[in-house]
């Protein structure tokens, strides 16, 4: 599947692209896709728009001085990328009245939950959803969270500037929680910590979905 670059917004540590897909490309909010450029550079992204949005969809991304990011910050619009996917563990529910939902994003990790706490919010979808956002400095997208946020009583966007832990963790749970569902996301050093910690608090591996973002070693 073919789409091109219509918009690019690059601020201190984040880049944003919007593209353009041809007809028929889908994806379920939290999924991810690969990014071939011309040439064949390749890199994953997930989704961090939400599907109302589509045929346009957008990624965002830390810069670096790799190739493929200069190119992506470089390209002329209506440059043309191929696009493979998508796919994903981290899928949106629809239908769960009787559980609540915890997001756990380390820095850029949070590009899936946006996609997802974005069309929860369009769909008035009636579940308790809390985002647990581990974010080192300023927190990344913190206005349309917290727009999302202001939107409805059942999502609570709550941004940590602590060093991961079971107690920076566990006093952020409420309720029952350990009927919950944990989904996590960000650089693997970050998920595999955040997964020893939901074992070591009680919570069943059954009730946890992640996604390590590999390339950010
Ligand atoms: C499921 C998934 C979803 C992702 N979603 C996002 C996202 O939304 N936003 C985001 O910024 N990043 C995401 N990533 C990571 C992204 O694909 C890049 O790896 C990352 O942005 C670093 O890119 P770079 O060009 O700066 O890496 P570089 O600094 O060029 O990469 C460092 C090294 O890692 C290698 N490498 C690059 N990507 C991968 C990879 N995926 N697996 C193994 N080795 C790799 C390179 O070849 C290079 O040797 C995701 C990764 C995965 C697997």
């Known amino acids: 599947m073919q789409a091109k670059l219509t918009n690019r917004e690059e601020t201190p540590g984040l880049l944003v692209c919007e593209f353009e897909s041809e007809p028929g490309f889908s994806f379920q909010p939290g999924e991810y896709i690969q990014i071939v450029l011309e040439g064949g550079d390749k890199r994953y992204f997930s989704v961090m728009s939400s599907p109302k949005e589509l045929p346009r969809f957008k990624i965002g991304t830390r810069p670096s001085e790799s ?7 470089s390209m002329k619009f209506e ?3 191929q696009i493979n996917g998508p796919w994903g563990d981290l899928v949106l529910p629809y239908d769960s ?7 756990v994003a380390g820095g850029i990790g949070v590009t899936p939950f946006l996609s997802m706490i974005k069309y929860k ?3 008035f979808l009636p579940y308790e959803l809390s985002l647990l956002y581990f974010c080192g400095g300023v927190p990344l997208f913190k206005f349309d969270l917290e727009n999302w946020a202001n939107q409805s009583n059942k999502t609570r966007i709550l941004f940590i500037h602590e060093p991961i832990s079971a107690d920076t963790i566990k006093r952020r749970l409420v309720g029952d929680y350990a009927k919950s569902i944990f989904m996590v996301a960000g650089p693997p050093g970050f ?3 955040v997964l020893n910690i939901l074992q070591e608090i009680g919570i069943q591996p059954q009730n946890i979905v992640h996604e390590s973002y590999t ?3």
């Open 97 to 103: 009245k009787e559980r609540s939902y915890y997001f």
């Open 191 to 193: 998920v595999n910590k």
């Open 67 to 73: 190739v493929f990011k200069k190119t992506l910050r």
């Open 79 to 81: 440059t043309e990328v």
């Open 215 to 217: 390339g950010y070693n």
């Open 121 to 123: 919010t369009e769909l």
